[in-house]
């Protein structure tokens, strides 16, 4: 180390070279870094979704979702399996084990080839089944085009159309979702009246038109000399259809039906500020960076936007682009605020040269660290920005400690070469093994799991990288810088003049060193168990504040969205749907503090703010109304405005059979607060305890809202087939599940082309819009119909006159009920009840109703309390894990440094003390505990301890020169006093930005790391000596003991 340390001294301008282009290479490593709001977290999540028109929830449990849930199950790597059986629909959520320990990417890929080696399997009608992995897309910008009529709309629509590989060939954007647009078909709409005339069935239209589209490619023939490749013509375009030959007999299709282009019924309603509008989102690549995204895509938005017709216009209702621009322009106050606090405390305790070195380690680290961020998954957001503003205060540390004591070797009467020099070595040992102690302290954090350890994974990154930065400055850079600036100064005088205590508040730190060490500490060295013993009771105390703390596992953001997720009975037509929503617009958009109001009918909110049902994005079908609500925050908080508005809200608006209110909270969604899942076989009684269960918490005082994720039964109509009626008409089962799907909603016979593009077509029953049991009496059916040949063909001459059976005479109708969903988890059918407090903490809410509910549970059912509580529990015993690992790893460091198991322990004692003030600041504050406090809990356990070691080294460098244990406390705490209040201070300078700021996210971070940095450094200037000397006691005690035996 010496041989290296002269070197970079002696040889100072090839340093300052190699520093000068690392630091070059940093600085434009910090332009490569893409810019996000928050870090981009992969969760390891598929879904599965299952298309199987007409069925219900029990068909599509049995025939599909079951089959696949078996398959996957039997992939080592799931750890959970939870999945919704709707009529027509299946959707299976697919969660792999997340610790690190697999690998996704196999995972996920055998995860897809267990349901493509599934779906031969399915039904004939199931469509394939949708595997996607790609569950994490961000948001950039949503824009609202409203339009004033039908005229404008379609224009709109099909612009979209137009531009849609426009927009997504921006760079940068990886998709567009649209909302409220209609899908363009083919329809072929038939008169079953006409086709009984003609004693036919649908069945005939269906197999002309497939036998048309559905041809196979002839392929080739081998000639003699030659292969030759075969191609059909056939009809391609949408008007020839109706001109297919039905009977042979010159009927075509174009006789007994109509064939239209025309778009497919509308399932999704999009408001914004109460008029008909479409809804266009746009989502990043993956790796994207958001400003450069939005600046691409405004210049080709606003040529869209002159191509809109009369009648419609497009407003820019959210861009990550202005919270990105505005969040890193705080985050820069914050930083100079910091960098400024930190030179000024710097200033404070030595000279203006010393200073501005220290000061010009913050850039020169940060740009060394940032070299190898390009090399991680580690971008620029807020967790990273903030990173960097804690390290300031950290990474100047090694700085202060290195220039102070070659700064203390001038003092002595020593020339430059030789101060900076032995300067540097004299602490070399206890920098390097205070900066492993924060490397390791901080990379635990790296092994987090979840989503809770991808979202804070920046935090430890940046600070690793940084930290281990500023170690190479200081014992590499600054000997170089200060040997050249002080080389000059002596030359510039004549004589060697004492050099006096550097500063602009020099002398008073020195007295206060001496009064520290004088006093003080000779009253320490007089009663060192005393000392030690009030320091850990009043320590030990502050830990009894725990329970009077707030818990909160992240904090509400200072944001301005409010969501609120509406449904009405099960079996609401679209129509009724939107009629409600309208009246929740009106009173929304009367409301004093609302900006906009957009509203989502049969359709979800866009996925913009992190997912979750409490960021947007939840399923939504017609029964639902969505609206996501911008209000002025300078006026009123989103969650003061929230709980006024969901108090009173489903006695105003009783459609509504549940509402749910959320806001945005930092941090990663981690569900419901509250979720309580009831599992067993049959699904109507596990449907009613679950019923039971919302009932109770919906009564509790302090719940906001509550929701049950298995919607109640709705109407139905049960048709049993009159198997004799069946036999004597020679017609099937399947002939009559034919007629009633083509009754509602018909059926889909593939793709054509239509105006050059592929369209879907769709065959269905002409009729008034509303089906009844009475229109069966208006579909005919007949044996000739069923595909099969009378018994006698007709007399020469004659008219064939084919018998009919009316569809009423074939199946016998009773109105009935359905189940509207069945959720399974791993396979056991589990309705999931959730209840989201207001201004009551879910732990009170539990230990109010917790017994109540678990009595629910009886031999044929469980009854499981999770949500947030249980996720906060399990991040927290993750980090009760980490913090073992960290105090282990802290402990391995210094005793190799030391060769004690004593010293440890002693410096360990730091590490208590800090968290006991960090709990009192948050207990003062009335900061929540929660994932961030407790991550400024790991960042002080890495800070408080360099102050410790640079303690115990310079106390045993004096015992190594032969002072005693009392003498070697009292002249290392009057050499050290200097640096350890320095040191302390620009640390606190560095969060104190960060403490008393206005983000809710780091704000509990920031009090954490001040407080305790506080209560440590006060208590560590005390107790840390007075356990050595209680150790060197015990030690010379035990050797006395061990002469005299």
Known sequence: MKSIIDWTIQKRKVTFLFFIMIIIVGAISLFQLPQREIPSIEPPVAQVSTVYPGASAEEVETNITAPLEEGLLGIAEVEEINSVSSPGISSITI???????????????????????????????????????????????????????????????????????????????????????????????????????????????????????????????????????????????????????????????????????????????????????????????????????????????????????????MELLYTQGDLVTELFQELAVAFLIAFASVLIVCSFGLNLPTALSVAAAVPVSISIGMTVLPFTDIGLNQISLIAFIIALGILVDDAIVVNENIERRLRLGEKPLTAASRGVRQVAASVITSTLTVVFTFMPLLLLPGSAGAFIAPLPGVLIAVIIASTVVALLLIPAYR???????????????????????????????????????????????????????????????IPFTPLEFFPDTDREEIFIETSLEEGSLLSSTEEAAEEVEAWLQAEPNVQTVSTYIGTDIPELFGGGSDAGGGAANETNANFLVYIDKEETAARAQMNEWSEDFQDDFPAFDEAVFSIIESGPPVGAPIAVEVSGEDIPSIIDKAEDIEAIFAETEGVANTTIDAGSSFSSYEMTPDRDALEESGLTATDVTEQLRLLGEGLPLGEVTAADELRELRLVYGNDGAVSPDDLNRIELSEQAAGGP??????????????????????????????????????????????????????????????????????????????????????????????????????????????????????????????????????????????????????????????????????????????GAADAVISAGRDRFRPIVLTSATSLAGVLPIALGDNPLFQ??????????????????????????????????????????
């Open 95 to 313: 969660s792999f084990i997340d610790d690190g320990s697999i690998d996704q990417e196999a995972a996920l890929n055998d995860a897809e080839q267990v349901v493509n080696d599934e779906a031969p399997a399915l039904p004939d009608d199931a469509e394939e089944p949708a595997f996607s992995d790609d569950l994490n897309q961000q948001g950039l910008a949503t824009y609202q085009i409203t339009y004033e009529d039908e005229t404008a709309f379609n224009e709109v629509n099909e612009k979209l159309n137009d531009w849609r590989s426009e927009f997504t060939a921006v760079p940068d954007i990886a998709d567009l979702g649209v909302q409220g647009a209609l899908e363009e078909e083919l329809r072929i709409t038939v008169d079953p009246e006409a086709l009984a005339d003609e004693g036919l069935a649908a069945g005939a239209v269906i197999g002309a038109i497939e036998g048309e589209i559905g041809t196979v490619p002839p392929g080739e023939w081998e000639g003699e000399d030659e292969r030759y490749r075969l191609t059909l013509e056939t009809y391609e375009q949408a008007d020839e259809l109706s001109t297919l030959s039905l009977n042979g007999d010159g009927l075509e299709v174009g006789d007994v039906a109509d064939v239209e282009q025309t778009y497919a019924p509308r399932e999704e309603h999009v408001h914004f500020e109460g008029e008909q509008a479409l809804s266009l989102t746009f989502f990043l690549g993956e790796e994207a960076s958001v400003p450069p995204a939005q600046d691409a895509l405004d210049p080709v938005v606003a040529e869209f936007m002159e191509e809109l017709p009369a009648g419609a216009e």
């Open 483 to 545: 040997y050249t600036i002080d080389s000059r100064k002596q030359k510039r005088s004549q004589k060697n003049k004492e050099r006096k205590a550097p500063g602009l508040f020099g002398r008073i730190i020195d007295r206060g060193a001496g009064a520290y060490s004088e006093r003080a500490l000779t009253r320490v060295v007089k009663r060192p168990g005393l000392t030690a013993l009030i320091g850990f009771i009043l320590g030990t105390a502050a830990y009894g504040l």
């Open 790 to 963: 009378p018994e006698e063909g007709p007399e020469p001459g004659a008219e064939a006159e084919p018998e009919t059976t009316s569809l009423d005479e074939l199946v016998n109708v009773e109105e009935s009920t359905a189940v509207a969903s069945i959720p399974r988890t791993n396979t056991e059918r589990t309705v999931t009840v959730r209840a989201f407090p207001g201004e009551r903490s879910e732990d009170d809410i539990l230990a109010e109703r917790g017994e109540e509910v678990e009595a629910f549970a009886d031999e044929e059912h469980d009854v499981v309390i999770g949500g947030e509580t249980e996720e906060r529990t399990d991040v927290f015993l993750d980090i009760g894990q980490i913090f073992t690992i960290v105090v282990f790893l802290i402990l391995i460091v210094i005793a190799v440094q030391f060769y004690s198991l004593f010293m440890p322990l002693i410096i360990l004692s730091v590490v208590y003390l800090a968290i006991s003030g960090a709990i009192i600041g948050l207990f003062i504050t009335q900061t929540g505990l929660g994932f961030m406090s407790m991550m400024g809990g790991v960042a002080l356990a890495g800070i408080v301890v360099r102050n410790g070691i640079v303690l115990i080294e310079f106390i045993e460098q004096r015992r190594r020169d032969g002072s």
């Open 1004 to 1045: 509990p971070l920031g009090i954490a790391i001040a407080a305790g940095l506080i209560f440590s450094t006060v208590l560590t200037l005390f107790v840390v000596p007075a356990l050595y000397l209680l150790k060197v006691r015990f030690i010379e005690r035990s050797s006395r003991k061990g002469r005299t035996a």
